[in-house]
């Protein structure tokens, strides 16, 4: 079964940056995006960006733009998201998702997340 | 503003039915696909609904999901103290190039 397996939970000061790592299992690796929310705690779900862990290529919510990146190890079949310049804002739950979209899909896009890891709290504090 | 609309809470009492619903525009559920997850308290997000109404394996078929214009709905018939959580809808969004979630909605079985 997929299976998505988070590091453990960090604790960074302000102005450092953290790196988040999400190892699939159950799958292709490469055959899947892997994208990243995360959740402040009593908060909504933000979503942050996607990866695609065949190419490399990435793309990022404006938001973070310039703040995070997203890359992978193929031979470990794992997923990190480094997000730098952490302000206590950045305190919350961060997740990996597995990103697809149907390829009978037709009028616009259907993407989703079908597979979540467990979460990794990060907290951000002097 | 937030891109997709939610209500904060809906409440029913066990056996009956709710619905959410998810408001956004013609550059999110206008032009593209909904998605649904349900998020039990202290746990990880997890599908309920992909491309407007389609359930994955395992979930059963009290949950439905439809589309109309520019909003989406999410159904529960027979509601159980079991499906007390968090329910956020998803799309993509066509103006941003990014997924966007919805303000995500409480549900409380009285």
């Not at chain 1, 616009?108 to 467990?118: E, M, T």
């Not at chain 2, 746990?43 to 520019?70: Q, V």
């Not at chain 2, 959580?85 to 969004?93: E, F």
Request: proline letters at 5%; one cysteine or more.
């Amino acid at each position: 079964q997929v299976q998505l397996v988070q590091s453990g939970a960090e604790v960074k000061k302000p102005g450092a940056s953290v790196k988040v790592s999400c190892k699939a299992s159950g799958y292709t690796f490469t055959r899947y995006d892997i994208n990243w929310v995360r959740q402040a705690t009593g908060q909504g779900l933000e979503w942050m960006g996607w990866m695609n862990p065949y190419s490399g290529n990435t793309g990022y919510a404006q938001k973070f733009q310039g703040r995070v990146t997203m890359t992978r190890s193929t031979s470990m079949s794992t997923a990190y998201m480094e997000l730098s310049s952490l302000r206590s804002e950045d305190t919350a739950v961060y997740y990996c998702a597995r990103g697809e979209a149907s390829p009978d899909c037709s009028g616009g896009s259907c993407y989703f997340q079908d597979s979540w890891g467990q979460g990794t709290l990060v907290t951000v504090s002097s | 503003q937030p891109v997709l609309t939610q209500p904060p809470s809906v409440s029913a009492a066990p056996g009956q039915t709710v619905t959410i619903s998810c408001s956004g525009s013609s550059s999110t559920i206008g032009n593209n696909y909904v998605s649904w997850h349900q998020q039990l308290p202290g746990t990880a997000p997890k599908l309920l609904i992909y491309e407007n109404n389609k359930r994955p394996s395992g979930i059963p078929d009290r949950f439905s999901g439809s589309k109309s214009g520019t909003s989406a709905t999410l159904g529960i018939t027979g509601l159980q103290t079991g499906d007390e959580a968090d329910y956020y809808c998803g799309t993509w969004d066509s103006s941003l190039s990014a997924f966007v979630f919805g303000t995500g909605t409480k549900v409380t079985v009285l």
